[in-house]
């Protein structure tokens, strides 16, 4: 078994910065594709960013130029660095983890972007 545990959301201003981590510990024998994953109210849960082993990333296009996803392979944790926050990237972030054939989800983090 895999446990995920987020941290780093929270409120900020438009424009602003917010850093999430997500740490995985448990039962690790192999750990792959990590990533971010976003839930608005009355919204379906779309990715955000994807990051493979070797540092491949992918974006959704509302986050590129705006959001960098990295990874931590020695500590099993992946990071989403968000800059120029907007009010529409108001969500519930979820980090996601494949490891042993199967993805695994964290807790959820609310980021509320307002004034």
């Known amino acids: 078994q895999v446990q995920l545990v987020e941290s780093g959301g929270g409120l900020v201003q438009p424009g602003g910065s917010l850093r999430l981590s997500c740490a995985a510990s448990?039962?690790?024998?192999?750990?792959?594709?990590m990533g971010w994953y976003r839930q608005a109210p009355g919204k379906q849960r779309e990715l955000v960013a994807v990051?493979?082993?070797?540092?491949?990333?992918n974006y959704k296009d509302s986050a590129k130029g705006r959001f960098t996803i990295s990874r931590d392979n020695a500590k099993n944790t992946v990071y989403l660095q968000m800059n120029s926050l907007k009010p529409e990237d108001t969500a519930v972030y979820y980090c996601?983890?494949?490891?042993?054939?199967?993805?695994?989800w964290g807790q959820g983090s609310q980021v509320t972007v307002s004034s």
């Open positions: 996601n983890v494949q490891a042993g054939g199967r993805p695994y």
């Open positions: 990051i493979s082993r070797l540092g491949g990333t």
């Open positions: 448990g039962t690790i024998l192999s750990i792959g594709v």
